[in-house]
């Protein structure tokens, strides 16, 4: 064992936090909060030689151990012959997406708009993941027809979002069947939360009755993304609206539906004005590395991001409005302990951000020990 060097398995990425760091697995779709320290050692020594290594940290032999065994069974790290390690090379870490637009989302409420135009000329922008949204009851018959009118026009998945009773209980579940490109449905108003795969789908219910345009932006443990696209894009973009396009629910064209801000209409648009216009790419750039508080949460890059519902509207740099998460002591609103940003010292206003670090150490001590 000893000859051997440690290697950390490159679907496992991590990132450093304020309070702790997370190591998320992308082929088991697992995550582990881990010290920041652990962080820092798998990164400076992967692929060095074992034997190396704890002559390296000689003197913090125990935690050392503690830190390899931990990662060892989590099939965080592996040890093997240093000339294997060929066999294994590291992942580009870059995002590259060849068309101005990705991902579409439909909204739909009691009115029907004709978007077929529309699709087929967001799809030669490059658009090939489609959200359809339905804030209110649909009769299998709405359903099948605007279904049937996406699914030929050459995207590449679409994502449901739906009242509970009209897949389950008025007996549309066939449709997932008939329509092969629905990969994942989310169902409001379900009798139960959680997640179930039917039909190789994965189907996401919620308790909660309604959904509407203002739920934009809600950020919990149950929103993270863990596609490795994801990761990537978020660090260098903005990982909800970068190449984003949206139709709402009376077929006007915006960023995000949930936008104020105007695009078109889409009975009478012209993509190639759009997407030169300054409004729909000016939050491209804004990656969680420039928002604040994110910046310091260890979730930042399976976070999805929310520019149109910020915690300050005067502030597009502020953290999403939506999100109970507080990264300096690691706690969700809700859990025992937990603190809001001001009392643990985190202000944002005109005169800038500004974080007490005495003030977090102490409450950190009181939750967490040294
Ligand atoms: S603080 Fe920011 S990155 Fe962290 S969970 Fe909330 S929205 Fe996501």
Not at 15 to 27: L, Q, T
Request: hydrophobic fraction near 35%.
């Amino acid at each position: 064992m000893t000859d051997k060097c440690m290697m950390v398995f490159d679907s496992c990425k991590s990132i450093k936090g304020y309070n702790r760091g997370i190591i998320i697995d992308f082929h088991r779709f697992k995550y582990f909060y881990v010290p920041n320290t652990l962080i820092d050692f798998l990164n400076e020594n992967d692929r060095m030689n074992l034997i190396q290594i704890k002559k390296n940290y000689i003197e913090n032999k125990e935690i050392i151990e503690e830190y390899l065994d931990f990662s060892e069974s989590n099939e965080i790290i592996t040890f093997t012959d240093y000339s294997l390690t060929n066999n294994f090379p590291k992942m580009k870490e870059e995002f590259y997406y060849p068309g101005s637009i990705s991902n579409i989302i439909l909204d739909f409420n009691l009115l029907m708009y004709d978007f077929g135009n529309f699709l087929v000329e967001a799809v030669n922008f490059g658009a090939r993941f489609l959200q359809i949204r339905f804030f209110n009851k649909v009769s299998c018959d709405f359903l099948n027809d605007i279904l049937s009118r996406v699914c030929d026009k050459g995207l590449y998945s679409i994502e449901l979002i739906i009242n509970y009773d009209d897949l389950f209980e008025n007996k549309n579940l066939n449709l997932i069947t008939k329509f092969n490109l629905i990969q994942n449905i989310f169902c409001y108003n379900s009798p139960k939360n959680g997640l179930e795969e039917i039909y190789s789908k994965q189907i996401i219910h919620s308790k909660q009755s309604k959904i509407n345009l203002h739920q934009c932006g809600y950020v919990s443990k149950n929103s993270f993304s863990f596609t490795t696209d994801h990761f990537f894009e978020s660090k260098k973009y903005n990982s909800c609206l970068n190449k984003k396009i949206s139709v709402d629910e009376f077929g006007v064209i915006k960023k995000c539906p949930s936008s104020i801000e105007v695009l078109g209409y889409v009975n009478n648009f012209d993509l190639n004005i759009i997407t030169n216009l300054n409004e729909f790419s000016k939050y491209d750039l804004i990656n969680k590395e420039k928002i604040e508080v994110c910046k310091d949460c260890e979730h930042r890059h399976i976070c999805t991001d929310c520019r149109i519902n910020v915690s300050d509207p005067k502030n597009i740099f502020s953290k999403p409005k939506f999100c109970t998460y507080n990264p300096y002591i690691s706690k969700w609103d809700g859990e025992e302990g937990y603190k809001t940003l001001a009392e643990c010292g985190v202000i944002s206003n005109e005169n800038g951000f500004s974080i007490d670090h005495d003030k977090i150490a102490e409450i950190n001590k009181v939750l967490w020990g040294e």
